[in-house]
Nanobody, 115 residues
């Protein structure tokens, strides 16, 4: 099993910034990609950004140029720097790790952007 613990959510005004962190523990060997997903009230969970063990990065179009995902393999931690936040970015943000075809999820951290 892989355990994921997110931190860094909170309330911020539109145009502000937040940095989310996700620390992985447990069976971390073999983790391929890690990433962030989000789910707003009444909506489906959607991909925000992913980063592979080799450094390949993928972003949802709506966050390109505003969000940056990074990974510290030595600390088994993935980060999401979020700048120029918009009210539509309000959601629960979930950390994900993919390992040998299995997906693991954190409990989520709430990001609220006020207008």
């Amino acid at each position: 099993q892989v355990q994921l613990v997110e931190s860094g959510g909170g309330l911020v005004q539109a145009g502000g910034s937040l940095r989310l962190s996700c620390a992985a523990s447990g069976l971390i060997a073999g983790i391929n990609s890690m990433g962030w997903y989000r789910q707003a009230p009444g909506k489906q969970r959607e991909l925000v950004a992913t980063i592979s063990s080799g450094g390949d990065i993928n972003y949802q179009d709506s966050v390109k140029g505003r969000f940056t995902i990074s990974r510290d393999n030595a600390k088994n931690t993935v980060y999401l720097q979020m700048n120029s936040l918009k009210p539509e970015d309000t959601a629960n943000y979930y950390c994900n790790a993919a390992r040998y075809g299995s997906n693991f999820w954190g409990k989520g951290t709430l990001v609220t952007v006020s207008s």
